[in-house]
C-alpha cells in the first residue's frame, strides 16, 4: 500500500493503537484516540477515570519516544480488511500543536467538544507511513 493510502486510512479510524517502548524495554500497547495534521499525529490525556494523569505511555515516550501507532479493519467478509501504521517519534505538542489538537480532537469526538482533554497533549512525528489491504 503506497504512504499517502495508508495515512488517509489511519486519519479516518475512530481509533488506533499506540505502541511505545517500556524503560524496562517491553513493549506497552494501548487503543487511543488521535487526529491527523499532515505527518503529525496529536492525541491528549483525556478526561476518562484514570488512577494518574502520568501514564505509562507519558512514562515511556519520555525515555524513548519511537513509537508505533496501528488502526486496522476487521470483519468477516476478508475482502474489506486493511490496516495502516504510523511509525515516528512522540513529544509535548507545543502550544500552538496543543491548539491544533483541542481544535482538531474536538471536531472529531464529540466528547471532547463538550469536556476538553485536561492532560498533556502529545505529538507524534510521523517518519514512516506503511499499510496493507485485501483489494
Not at 501514564?55 to 475482502?79: F, M
Request: glycine fraction near 6%.
Amino acid at each position: 500500500m503506497e504512504s499517502a493510502r495508508a495515512r488517509q486510512l489511519f486519519t479516518a479510524a475512530d481509533h488506533a493503537y499506540l505502541a511505545s517502548v517500556r524503560p524496562d524495554g517491553g513493549p506497552h500497547v494501548v487503543p487511543f484516540t488521535f487526529v491527523v495534521a499532515g505527518d503529525i499525529i496529536y492525541w491528549a490525556v483525556d478526561n476518562k477515570p484514570k488512577s494518574s494523569q502520568r501514564l505509562q505511555r507519558l512514562i515511556n515516550t519520555d525515555k524513548d519516544p519511537r513509537v508505533s501507532a496501528l488502526a486496522d479493519e476487521y470483519s468477516s467478509d476478508w475482502s474489506t480488511l486493511w490496516w495502516a501504521r504510523a511509525d515516528g517519534t512522540a513529544a509535548p505538542a507545543d502550544a500552538a500543536g496543543s491548539a491544533t489538537a483541542f481544535d482538531l480532537l474536538a471536531r472529531k469526538y464529540r466528547q471532547y467538544d463538550n469536556e476538553p482533554p485536561l492532560g498533556p497533549v502529545m505529538s507524534i512525528t510521523v517518519e514512516r507511513w506503511s499499510g496493507w489491504s485485501a483489494d
